[in-house]
């Protein structure tokens, strides 16, 4: 009798547990790992002065020297493309992923897609979930202190991101049409978990 009645109690967080896990997984099929926790950062550039480094199966920034912000950017380019990243950050993390830069040395969201992860940005309507200086979110979802999922689709001049499954920015742009992709650190601490990549 004890043992049904622990297995009834369980069952409900086991469900709770099953959904939390199935958002955390990317379809299989067409993706190419730019970082997953058998990756090194061979395929990457260093730009800044943040103290990236692999740690515990993640790719893991703070400022243990120097100034922000910093960035790893892949050395290749992509066009039209699907991004799905699994992040965590702490509730002052300034962060966030790049597309179609024009310059691998000079990143910003004047020649990038920024899309940006901050959830104590000043104007906010541009903070967590946004496109900065191209769509807006409101209200801001908040990221910090948990795993996160960020999916990005860029598709010719169409943009959309999601947070945790939920649409956050979904906008019409034609400023820029390809270029490298990076990964932000401005503050805080951010580790991403995996970064996967597939054409579209």
């Known amino acids: 009798m004890k043992l049904n009645a622990l297995t009834r109690l369980a069952a409900p967080f086991a469900s709770l547990c099953l959904a939390a896990c199935a958002q955390m997984a990317p379809p299989a099929q067409g993706w190419t790992a730019l ?3 058998h990756s090194n950062l061979n395929g990457w550039t260093l730009v800044g002065d943040a103290n990236w480094r692999l740690q515990d199966g993640a790719i893991q920034a703070d400022l243990l020297r120097g100034k922000a912000p910093s960035y790893l950017v892949s050395k290749q380019t992509f066009a039209d493309q699907e991004i799905y ?3 965590w950050v702490d509730t002052q993390t300034n962060s966030g992923i790049f ?7 000079k990143i910003g969201a004047d020649n990038c897609y920024e899309i940006n992860v901050w959830d104590t940005r000043p104007d906010p309507s541009y903070g967590t979930g946004a496109i900065v200086d191209v ?3 409101s209200p801001m979802p908040k990221a910090g202190g948990q795993w ?5 689709q860029a598709k010719n001049n169409h943009l959309t991101v999601k947070l945790n499954g939920v649409v956050t920015a979904d906008a019409i742009d034609n400023k820029l049409s390809s270029g490298y992709l990076a990964l932000q650190f401005g503050s805080g601490i951010v580790k991403f978990r995996k970064v996967l990549t597939r054409p579209i």
């Open 35 to 37: 970082f997953d926790s």
């Open 85 to 87: 990243a699994e992040l």
């Open 99 to 105: 597309i179609r830069c024009q310059d691998a040395q």
């Open 135 to 137: 769509a807006k979110v």
């Open 148 to 152: 996160n999922t960020l999916e990005i």
